[in-house]
């Protein structure tokens, strides 16, 4: 098909489509004739995921291009894989990680991982990732947080084991290296969205236990005006 | 104290102080003599929240000023304050909305909430971004998401149940709203955080079990070669 015939069925605008082949997140097509080329179902598809990882998964442009070149290579374990996957979904900022405080933090989340007899490698940047959130919570006024870094964990290795297992059970190696890819990133705005969902259901189940209200399943009280907004 | 000291305790450059100042996410010192503004610690602690909301939870200036005004607020219930909190942690970008194939996942998103009997605002923004991930996981290729939707769910609401009884705890309505904020934001940082670490710890434990390898605790076995950059 045409770059315009592909603009039509994937719903993104010619000059989008133009940029993501200048930025090398989609494939040339097959040039017919100059300033011609043909664009196939696979384009379509590369389209799809680059719109999934952008708009959905909040991934960078270069994140995405540094998954998508992972997805091409054959000679990556899915375990290898995480780390691009785990790249793609890593805040593009991050606090200051030369300072003291830090480093204390860095420590903590290390002595957490290795309690939890977690195998992890020593580089790996989620640990990272974790003492950036421990730095942060302790310069604030959140010490439950801290206090239910069980809880966090638990779920979210029981969560992660789920995914893991899935990625594994498809078997082939190219199938299996879409799925961490697919997984780690819409997996984290899927568990986001729920949690979301769920703090607005805790807090109006709470709110009229509170008030000694009756709830309406599937409706909630517009009398308490929760603010959703 | 003077703003060279702020910066020297806060350890953030006076420029960027500056820079807060104008966008208003840090309240004007008091006015001791023309160009010379007095500090407290108020202001260092507010320091300490804006880089927790910046860098650590990815907030954009724009939601943090939002969220910071909340904050001054004490006409706000904590329910209300959701509103507020959920805003700054959802995604800038989103999918386009305008299309049947959205449509259809914002129906299913509904559908879902209803049938686990959570009590949701029909408006609340966390259902569009349900249906962003099922609209995105539905053009590509991973049904095991989709199909996990409920494992996704009830981890997600035991720790909604968590954070929110925390909220709770604190009784005095300010106190509350600050921990709303922070646990909304900085507990979506750290669940995934530690998402990732769960990863790198099943994908290891799976792998040594299918090579019959032996796991030593603490230490990842080097020869498998994980890769975690």
Known sequence: MRIGELSRRSGIAVPTIKYYLREGLLEPGETRAPNQADYGDAHLQRLRLIRA?????????????????????TDLQPHDLLGV???AVSPTRHPDR??????????????????????VEPTAPARDQLADVIAALRTVNAPEVLNNLDAYATRALSLAEIEVDNVIARGEA?????????????GEALFAALRLLGHEHASMVRLAAAQELPLTAGTPRKASRPAST
Chains 1, 2 share one sequence.
């Not at 990882?53 to 290579?73: H, M």
């Not at 961490?180 to 990133?185: E, F, N, S």
């Open 174 to 186: 190219v199938r299996m290296l879409e799925l961490v890819v697919l997984g780690t990133v819409l």
């Open 53 to 73: 990882l952008l708009d959905v998964g909040g991934v960078s442009i270069s994140a995405a291009r540094d998954v998508i070149a992972a997805l091409g290579r």
């Open 85 to 87: 996957a785990h790249h």
């Open 98 to 119: 030369d300072t003291d405080a830090w480093r204390d933090a860095r420590t903590a989340a290390d002595q957490f991982v290795s309690e939890r007899g977690w195998f």
